[in-house]
Structures are given as C-alpha cells and as structure tokens.
C-alpha cells in the first residue's frame, strides 16, 4: 500500500462483491447484471442485493430457471458490447450451461482469429460445509481451469472478492469466479474506491519455513488454523493463496526458502481427489 | 424428472395430458388493496397472485387471466383479496395498451396492413424451406439410414438444375451461358485450393495465439 491508501472499512464478502458491481455499474453503462432472483429478490445469497433498485431491471436482470439460454445471453451480451456479470445460484448448476461457457466462451476469441473478445464474467457461489447436499456443495472450479480459453479465480478474503470481480471486468477474456459460500459473511479490511487485484499472481498469507501449504478457496484458511496449531509446536509454516488457479502463479507456489531446510510442499483444494 | 424422461422415450406414457376443452383457468387475486391508476407488477410479485377456476366460473366471473396483468392498469377499486376481473374483450386490451386501431380494424377486414397481416391472429409468418444434401453428412457416412432412390428424387428436384431450366426455358439465360457461369464457379474454386495448397504453414508459436487477450503461462 503506498502513501495515498484509500480509506479501509471492514465489509462482509458479500457487500464487497455489491460494492465491485456498484462500482463497475455506475462507471460503465455496459456493464450488466443476469441471473436467477438477482432482481428484487436480492439473489440467492444477498449478493446482489438492492442493485435493482438503483439500476433497474433493464440493467439488473431476473433470467428464468434456464441456465444454458441465461449465460447464452451473458456470451452474446458480451460479444455485442456489454460487460456481462452472470450469477449462478449454485456453482453446481453451470452444468447445464457447459455448452456456452465451454464451447462458446472460451473459443470464440480464438475461432474467430482474434476478432472478437468474450469480455462476460460467471460468478459461481461454490464449495461445501453448508448442509446443502450433494448437488448443491460441489467445487468444480478444476474443470474450467482445464479449459484453455478460461480464466478462474477463487477469492478468500473480502478484499480480493471485490479485487478480483473488478479485475475480471476489466479483462477481455471470460473469468469464472468461483466463491465459497462460507464467505459471504466472513468480514475483512476492504478499500474503498477502485482496485483490481491482479488475475495469475499467489499471495502468500503466513510466512513460514519449515512448511509450506498451497491452497485455495477455504483450504487458505483452515491451512492458516493449522499454521497456528504447527507453531505451537516450533513449526512454521507458509501458507500461500494460489488465488487463481487459471492462470496459475508458478513462481510463487514453487517457492522454497534459500537456507536448504529440508522442507516440505502440502497442497490444498476442496475438490474430489482424482484430478482435482 | 429422469423418471418422467424415461416413461416418456420408453413407455410412451404421457405426464400430462391435455384435455379435449377448456377446463380451468388461472385467475389472480389481488395481494392488497389495488387503487384506480395503479399498474400491476409481476407475477410473483406484489400486487396479484393466481388463483384457479374452473373455466365455467372465471367466465361467469369475468376473470382476468393471471398471465396477462403485467402492466395492466387498474380501473375501478379492487379490496386484498378479491378477484381481478375484466371485460375479457380483446380488442379493449389493445387500445388500452397503445394500439393502433386502424390496424386494428385493418385486421378485423382481413387485410395486408393488420396487426397479424389478415391472417387472423396467427402470428408471424414462418417461411419452411425443405432442402436436402446429396451427399453424406461426411465422408465416413455411408448413407445407411436412406435409400438411393431418395436421394436420386431429390436430386431430380435440385433446386440450381430447376432455376437453370427455368430460365432457359423463359429465354433470360441459353444453355452456353449456363454453362460458362458453371465453368467460371469451377475455375474460381480450384485456384482457391490451389491458392491455399501453397500458402506457407502457420508457425507452431502462432497455436496458441488466439486463445486469450494476452499470452498466459
């Protein structure tokens, strides 16, 4: 942070994602907001919340139970001029939208020679520990990181959800954001203003050097419980957040301390084993 | 949902099946009290919510169907909880919505410049263009799921062979111009092949180029 820091609040998860959609909503007339019950109903998460209000439905869309032609929309929007924000009300459900996200979205810059950008960005509430059951608890933020054409990030603080949403914007490309439902009212410092946090680079978390964890999503922080457990005991441990695992920062999650302890690399996801 | 697929594709069975007649109809109830000049939201929302009758009833009633008061105005008090009704006259709806009633009428007479272009409230008009591909869907389709006297009927009705005939027979075109024109598509063709055989290959760097804005690792 240099000398001229905006002011820090304390904001939930969710009122900083609100903070980033108001933001980018009020700069930018082609930015718009798609999804099921974002309108008055606030979203299924209270994410959304009163953007309806101040934007109206025009720009703040209620879409049907229809994923595949909802994040259709959000891919034509974005190749016709807009800055589509497309929330998933469960990450689970972007299964029925592969089609566009897999097939159109992510090819398309590079069917078409270059011609075009697919400057739309998915939100994706995600991951387990609410009692939700199994279609509604996955993390499968692995398969679209397999997808060349995509862009993936994982916030774990308040700071980095709105860093983050106003960094996919930005981006030309399509960016999956994938966020832990555990978070949404998890409170932390966040800036006012405008900021992007950078898509491809780590943050390491705990400084550590007998240890290193690389996790993501809600491994970050129960990697930083099992820090303070390890220091307890002698045992310092690094945690780094890989924070975006499409593009992936190599150099940060690869790095060992220069003394030569022996040392120790532990991963960290959410998702099922094999291939995660 | 699986299941009703299955019994659907498998057993032939139906989930719902309609009925030869109108049986009922989905009515709505105001919500709270609606005053003159107030315009109905959504359903779902905070003005209405549906109600079902049976045919007989919501006409008896003059029941205003659910589906149709988004933006609808009220007229005349309606107190939380009693039914929404209406005249149930179409062409009331429409001025009330900002028709054009020359339109209007011009439908009513059946002519071209009516709202469904006299065709009676049918809609737009659908042109269905019926083609067919001689050949197979690729190289590897032998063709098994049609027989080679479909495909020689078809091919007896191309429409190109049809136009060419056409004209020839009107005089606008002679079998040597025919001809020529067929010869020149042909000759455009090859030379875009031959064109494109001696192009130099993309650079294997050049794969990846396109796949994001920038270059990722």
New interface residues.
Partial sequence: MNAQSPVTRELSYAEAIREALDLAMAADPTVILMGEDIG?YGGAFQVTGDQVHKYGPDRVMDTPIAELGGAGVAVGAALTGHKPIYEFQFSDFATLAMEQIVNQAAKL??M???AV?VPVVFRLPAGSGTGAAAQHSQSLEAWFAHV??L?VVQPVTPHDAKGLLLAALA???PVLIFEHRLFYKMRGPVPEGHFETPI?RAEIRRIGTHVTFVATSIMVHKALEAAQTFAAEGIEAEVIDLRTI???D?ETARERPQDGTPHHHLRGCENPRHGG | MPLTCARAVLYGKADMVPLDRPVAEVAALAKRDLRPGDTLDQIG?YAYRAWIMTTEDARAAGAHPCGLLTGATVTAPIPKGALITSTRRGHGHCIAKGADVSRMFAEFFGKETGYCRGRGGHGPTLIESVTYRWRGHSKSDRNRYRTQEEIAGWMARDPIARLTATLIEHGVLTGAEAATIEAEATAEITAAIETARSAPDPDPVEA??????WP??
């Avoid at chain 2, 990846?208 to 804005?213: F, N, Q």
Wanted: aromatic residues 4%; glycine residues 14%; without cysteine.
């Fill in positions: 008055v810059r590079d078409l020679g270059g950008s060349p054409g862009k981006d030309p490309d491809g499409r593009p992936i190599r | 929302e990846t180029r396109d796949v994001y804005a990722i690792p």
